[in-house]
Nanobody, 127 residues
Framework: QVSLAESGGGLVQAGGSLRLSCAAS????????MGWFRQAPGKEREFLCA????????RSADSVKGRFTISRDNGKNTVYLQMNSLKPEDTAVYFC????????????????????WGQGTQVTVSS
């Protein structure tokens, strides 16, 4: 079992940057692949980035590749999402999620494979 709490959202101008954090409770954080997703009003939840349990492997959606970077610090039970060159269309609620299936699996972009979710943090990008 793990609880997740996102922070770092807010209002930023287009072209700006934000770093989101996701703090996890529990002793098993380092066993989980982690992912970041977002959901805008009226749209489905969208995959952004994922990172393997040890941090050596990452993947990103084409829509954010080169602008968003995922990282983690297992000593702090925290995963991060660095967002640069933000655009108004990046406005959404951002969620982190934990995949507890085990490290035999590659980090996935499928939200249905993630067992635990945070409450989300709002990111608003003004033009």
């Amino acid at each position: 079992q793990v609880s997740l709490a996102e922070s770092g959202g807010g209002l930023v101008q287009a072209g700006g940057s934000l770093r989101l954090s996701c703090a996890a409770s529990g002793r098993t954080f380092s066993r989980y692949h982690m992912g970041w997703f977002r959901q805008a009003p009226g749209k489905e939840r969208e995959f952004l980035c994922a990172i393997s349990s040890g941090g050596s492997s990452t993947r990103s959606a084409d829509s954010v590749k080169g602008r968003f970077t995922i990282s983690r610090d297992n000593g702090k039970n925290t995963v991060y999402l660095q967002m640069n060159s933000l655009k108004p269309e990046d406005t959404a609620v951002y969620f982190c999620a934990a995949d507890s299936r085990g490290t035999i699996y590659y980090p996935t972009d499928d939200p249905k494979k993630y067992s635990y979710w945070g409450q989300g943090t709002q990111v608003t990008v003004s033009s």
